[in-house]
Structure formats: structure tokens, C-alpha cells
């Protein structure tokens, strides 16, 4: 026999003595809270490169390759109501883009299509209403692969870009652009890049599935500085059975 815990009991006694569930349903995963996704736009683009930032002033900055040819936009209050659908040419000859923003100051980075060890970048200070012009930034070991870039203040920025299965981390320092580095990692192939500031850098690598890892890169005193943390696994999508999602979880 099994003794009843004292809320039963004090059911027991109450004057309905009828049981009920009380079921609590919260919009949230892990305590975070969910985010409602609203579709704004619905273009007829060509699936291609692409890269989004937001500078202070709250404008939505785009970026995206179609045939070698690298657009821009820029919505100075994206809303339900605004328009999506106007793109200008912003350069050719390119097969890659990457964005990044820090208060009014917008970096655009573009592979070139023709020279593809080539990276150029195109800085504006106005919160992308107008650009520098495009420069030479980079001259890679080899074809680039991906581009990501974040920005830490008006001095400081960091550009990671793939060459194979080499990420390669170049750093804004002082207001100045230093060499380019190879992280200290390594996965079989990398087929995405992203990167934030305080964050964790996301590389989707491949193998028998696609998968995701997480590394740090050091700014402050948590690690030496600019050093690469381990990878660590975050998730993979299985390349066989494409509905199936694993997740592999890291406690430290």
C-alpha cells in the first residue's frame, strides 16, 4: 500500500472532490522565451550568398550575390510596411559577401569571382547611406570559401574566411588591419561561417552528416588573448535521413 502525499490528502477532504490537472503552457525553450517569426517579404531572388546587418540608426543593411554580381539594400525602417524588393548593383564580379555593424560604422567584405584569393572591403560611416569604396583587403593561400565579420568598436574587427578546411582569422587592431592567421582546429570541411562580437563562432562542418561546432575567440581574460578555443559540438543534421536532427550537448 502507498501512502498519499499530504496535498492528496488535503484534497481528499476539500469540498470537490473531483481530481483535476493543471497544465502550464509557456512560449519558451530552456527559460528563454520563443521568438514569433513574421514573414515581411516574399521575393523572387536567386538563392545565393547573402548577408544582413543592422547599424544604430535601425536600418536593415542586405547584402546578396546574383551571377557573379554583388547588391545592396538598405531599409531605413524595415517594418511590415516597407519595401524589400529594390536592390542596387553594388559590385561585380563577386561570388561571396559578408556584413557586420557597430554603431554607425557598416563593413561590406566581397570575394572576387574571377580572383577568388581576393577579399575586398567597402567600409561606410554613416550607417550604410553611403560607402569608402572598395579596397583590397586580403590576398588568401587559396580559393575562399566562406566570409564572416563582426565588429567590436569603431577600432576593432575581426574577418574570418575559409580556404578548404582552414579558417583564417584577420584582425582590426588600433584602427589598422593586421595578417591573417589559421585557427588552431580542425574539422573535415567547413561549409558555413558566422561570427559576434561576445559570442561563440559557429562553423558548420561535413562528414557523414552536416554538423555544427562552437569555438571562442579570445579578447579578454577568459583564454589568452586571440587564441581559439576547442571546438565544441553543437548539432547535426543527418545527410541521409534529412528529417532526422541529433543534437550532442556540452556540459563545460
Given amino acids: 500500500m502507498r501512502t498519499l502525499p499530504a496535498a492528496l490528502l488535503a484534497a481528499q477532504k476539500s469540498a470537490s472532490a473531483l481530481p483535476y490537472l493543471k497544465v502550464e503552457i509557456a512560449d519558451k525553450v530552456a527559460g528563454i522565451r520563443r521568438l514569433n517569426w513574421q ?6 531572388e536567386t538563392d545565393n ?3 544582413a546587418a543592422m547599424p544604430a540608426d535601425g536600418s536593415l543593411i542586405r547584402c546578396r550575390i546574383d551571377a557573379n554580381t554583388l547588391y545592396r539594400q538598405r531599409v531605413t525602417s524595415p517594418g511590415p510596411g516597407s519595401s524589400f ?14 556584413l557586420a555593424a557597430w554603431g554607425a560604422l557598416v563593413y561590406a567584405f566581397a570575394v572576387d569571382s ?25 590576398t588568401a593561400a587559396g580559393a575562399v570559401g566562406y566570409l564572416a ?9 575581426l574577418l574570418l574566411y575559409s580556404v ?3 579558417v583564417y582569422s584577420k584582425k582590426r587592431s588600433g584602427g ?3 595578417t591573417a592567421t589559421a585557427w588552431t582546429n580542425s574539422v573535415a570541411s567547413v561549409t558555413g561561417l558566422a561570427c559576434l562580437y561576445s559570442q561563440r563562432v559557429t562553423s558548420p562542418g561535413s562528414g557523414s552528416s552536416f554538423s555544427a561546432w562552437t ?4 579578447s579578454s581574460n577568459n583564454c589568452a588573448l586571440a587564441a581559439w578555443g576547442a571546438l565544441v559540438y553543437a548539432f547535426a543534421v543527418d545527410s541521409t535521413t534529412t528529417t532526422a536532427i541529433y543534437i550532442n550537448t556540452s556540459s563545460d
Fill in 39 to 44: 514573414r515581411l517579404y516574399t521575393g523572387s
Fill in 49 to 51: 550568398f547573402h548577408a
Fill in 85 to 98: 524588393s529594390a536592390w542596387t548593383s553594388f559590385r561585380t564580379s563577386s561570388n561571396n559577401c559578408a
Fill in 114 to 138: 574571377t580572383t577568388t584569393t581576393a577579399i575586398y572591403i567597402n567600409p561606410s560611416s554613416d550607417n550604410g547611406a553611403t560607402w569608402s569604396g572598395w579596397s583590397l583587403l586580403q
Fill in 149 to 157: 565579420a563582426a565588429i567590436k568598436d569603431t577600432n576593432t574587427a
Fill in 164 to 166: 578548404g578546411a582552414t
Fill in 176 to 178: 589598422a588591419w593586421g
Fill in 215 to 218: 569555438s571562442f575567440r579570445a
